[in-house]
């Protein structure tokens, strides 16, 4: 038994062999899956840049629970 091990990204629900490995599986004729996955955030543009990268401010004082639920 072998075993190959790679990071791929899935496409419409195909996950495509890295060039190198396609001529070592050319006449195997069935394989073991295993898949470890992450998710992207859905997150989007501005929002997201800002959850990755937020911006320190020095005066900045967060509101407190009360504070924010007076505010409606």
Avoid: C, W
């Amino acid at each position: 038994m072998s075993m190959l091990e790679f990071t791929a990204e899935v496409r419409d629900g195909n996950i495509e062999i890295p060039e190198e490995y396609r001529e070592f599986l050319q006449d195997i004729q069935t394989v073991k899956i295993t898949l470890t996955t992450t998710r992207k955030t859905a997150a989007r543009g501005m929002i997201a840049q800002l959850i990755k990268h937020p911006i320190k401010v020095k005066s900045f004082i967060p509101l407190t629970r009360e504070e924010a639920h007076e505010r409606g």
